[in-house]
């Protein structure tokens, strides 16, 4: 069974710049895949505990589940998502906790509105008008990772 996380930025963001900023190091930087230029991708389930897609598009829509149970939704013109594939066994030890460090990087080195989602359904994090929110507290303190994202 997968769990997959989403963090999406808005606006024309540069793929590499993406890409270079969500890898650990040189070696786990998604690379442009052979069948589609705007599409970069990284197996790295032995180092990181997840496989990784960083891809942009257009005219997008996104909604979840925000802590009240409301329907939280997003409908940016441009954007570019990066997509975290983890496997049930390494998703406590490994992967959550290096995620976050990921999203910590992506959100210090680039200024764009965003959002982080878990399985297309639940909100985990906002960041808007550069003002960053942490949403589903229970989450953060569950995998205590709450102190990687100042909020």
């Known amino acids: 069974?997968?769990?997959?996380?989403?963090?999406?930025?808005?606006?024309?963001?540069?793929?590499?710049?993406?890409?270079?900023?969500?890898?650990?190091?040189?070696?786990?930087?998604?690379?442009?895949?052979?069948?589609?230029?705007?599409?970069?991708?990284?197996?790295?389930?032995?180092?990181?505990?997840?496989a990784l897609s960083v891809y942009s598009g257009s005219n997008g829509y996104f909604d979840a589940e925000d802590d009240d149970g409301s329907r939280w939704e997003w409908e940016p013109q441009t954007y570019v998502d990066i997509d975290f594939s983890m496997r049930a066994d390494t998703?406590?030890?490994?992967?959550?906790?290096?995620?976050?460090?990921?999203?910590?990087r992506v959100l210090a080195g680039r200024q764009e509105d965003a959002a982080f989602v878990q399985n297309g359904n639940w909100l985990l994090l906002t960041r808007v008008a550069g003002h960053v929110r942490r949403r589903s507290p229970t989450w953060w303190s569950h995998y205590g990772v709450a102190d990687l994202i100042p909020s």
């Open 1 to 50: 069974m997968a769990v997959d996380f989403r963090l999406t930025l808005a606006g024309d963001v540069p793929l590499e710049h993406v890409a270079a900023l969500v890898a650990t190091d040189a070696a786990g930087r998604p690379q442009p895949t052979d069948t589609d230029p705007r599409l970069f991708s990284a197996r790295l389930y032995d180092t990181c505990g997840y």
């Open 91 to 104: 998703i406590i030890d490994l992967g959550i906790p290096t995620m976050v460090k990921a999203v910590a």
